[in-house]
């Protein structure tokens, strides 16, 4: 398996612009999750799925911020409209089981977002 | 939310030297996580600890957790440039939650 593919890698956008970021997870994995990471507040979790359902999104900043993902291979956060405050690093990752039991989850690449 | 705390925030040393991280948290994890991040990566699983007192080794890598599963801490033996990094301890809170890490720099 080629791991969590997240695209882009980097986007740079102006304010009031939307953006969307993408994710393919690792086939078979039921939960996917939407981190963000800054200097300031570290790794922050947005949002996971569990088998394409959204369960908690008590941590996405704002309405400006959605994510869907309307199959097993793939999800999106769409930012609208986008503002500096939301530059940041985005990371999608997949586990196979809620309760990480040694595994882990897989992260991906990472999406550097820049709001200009 | 529960909240761990890693310290030191940054760390600079010398290839071959010994160091220790550290993170601590209030409450209780099932069990605890650190994993690696390099730059422009995401962060990779190291190790999972789950029982108190547990001790893990990795190579040049020592993990421990503590008897209370409240805290952890990680230590590097003769540490080399290859280890240069952010590393994160995460506590298995349903979903894991992240300390903010420690940076780590080898200078050669």
């Known amino acids: 398996d080629a791991g969590v593919i997240q695209s882009p890698r980097h986007e740079v956008t102006e304010m009031g612009q939307e953006v969307t970021l993408r994710c393919k997870p690792i086939?078979?994995?039921?939960?996917l999750f939407w981190y963000r990471q800054t200097m300031m507040r570290g790794l922050e979790l947005l949002i996971y799925?569990?088998?394409?359902?959204?369960?908690?999104d008590s941590g996405m900043p704002e309405d400006r911020f959605s994510a869907k993902m309307p199959n097993a291979s793939f999800s999106t956060l769409k930012i609208q409209p986008s503002e500096p405050r939301d530059s940041a690093v985005y990371f999608c990752?997949?586990?196979?089981?809620?309760?990480?039991?040694?595994?882990?989850?897989?992260f991906g690449s990472g999406t550097r977002l820049t709001v200009v | 939310t529960q909240l761990l705390e890693q310290s030191p925030q940054f760390l600079s040393i010398q290839e071959g030297e010994n160091l220790t991280v550290y993170c601590n948290s209030s409450?209780?994890?099932?069990?605890l996580q650190w994993y690696r991040q390099e730059p422009g990566e995401g962060p990779v699983l190291l190790v999972t600890?789950?029982?108190?007192?547990e001790v893990k080794k990795l190579k040049r890598l020592t993990f421990q957790f503590g008897d209370a599963r409240k805290d952890s801490s990680l230590h590097i033996t003769a540490a080399q440039t290859g280890d240069t990094g952010l590393y994160l301890c995460a506590g298995d809170d349903t979903p894991l939650v992240f300390g903010k890490g420690t940076r780590l720099s080898v200078i050669a």
């Open positions: 990752a997949s586990s196979l089981y809620f309760r990480t039991d040694g595994n882990g989850y897989t």
């Open positions: 799925f569990n088998n394409n359902v959204p369960i908690d």
């Open positions: 086939s078979g994995h039921d939960y």
């Open positions: 409450s209780v994890f099932s069990s």
């Open positions: 600890v789950v029982t108190g007192g």
